[in-house]
């Protein structure tokens, strides 16, 4: 019984984190993931020795692996849309627009510490304090939208909106 209540012990400690990534599952990944290893291309002689293409230092190889590209070539799209290649010209005019008032640097990591800071502030019960539990979705939940009444609410008002998948019962 000593076994139990010590492995029980052991998980509830384990537990406890006031570590604000934890909703990141990628965060802190210092290892190499083991899936992304994939072999290299064979090797192949080109017919003309005068058409290869100039070196690219820090560049692709011709044989380097490209799984993404290969997946969207099998599927029929075009892998050279993988590259980045900018703001597209459609959404330029929307860049422009959101950016008129300036841009400020930063903005992901400032985004960061408030986010911790209002959820140090909301949502926090005693017993939450000491098991250090995570707060995160009832801090929110008065900004949660709830999709099914916004869907219904501009359906009434006579608004096209695209066909919903029927609401489940949880």
């Given amino acids: ?3 139990i209540w010590a492995l029980i012990g052991t998980a509830a400690l384990a537990a406890c984190s006031s570590d604000p990534l934890l909703h ?3 965060a802190g990944q210092s290892t190499p993931d083991e899936f992304a290893i994939v072999p290299t291309r064979a ?24 799984p993404k590209g ?32 300036g841009v400020q640097g930063g903005i992901r990591q400032q985004l ?7 959820r140090s502030k909301r949502s926090r019960r005693l017993l939450e304090t000491v098991a250090r539990s995570d707060v995160y979705y009832r801090a929110y939940q008065t900004m949660t939208l709830d999709s099914w ?18 609401k489940t019962l949880d």
């Fill in 1 to 3: 019984m000593r076994v």
């Fill in 24 to 26: 990141n599952i990628r």
């Fill in 43 to 66: 090797l192949s002689m080109p017919g003309d020795l005068n058409v290869l293409p100039p070196p690219t230092p820090g560049g692709a190889n011709i044989t380097d692996p490209n």
């Fill in 70 to 101: 290969d997946a969207v070539a099998a599927l029929g799209g075009n892998p050279a849309q993988l590259a980045a290649q900018g703001v597209g010209a459609a959404d330029g005019a929307l860049i422009n627009y959101a950016s008129r008032l």
């Fill in 112 to 118: 960061a510490v408030e986010d911790v800071e209002w």
């Fill in 149 to 166: 009444a916004e869907n219904e609410r501009w359906r009434r008002a006579g608004a096209q909106v695209p066909s919903a998948p029927p």
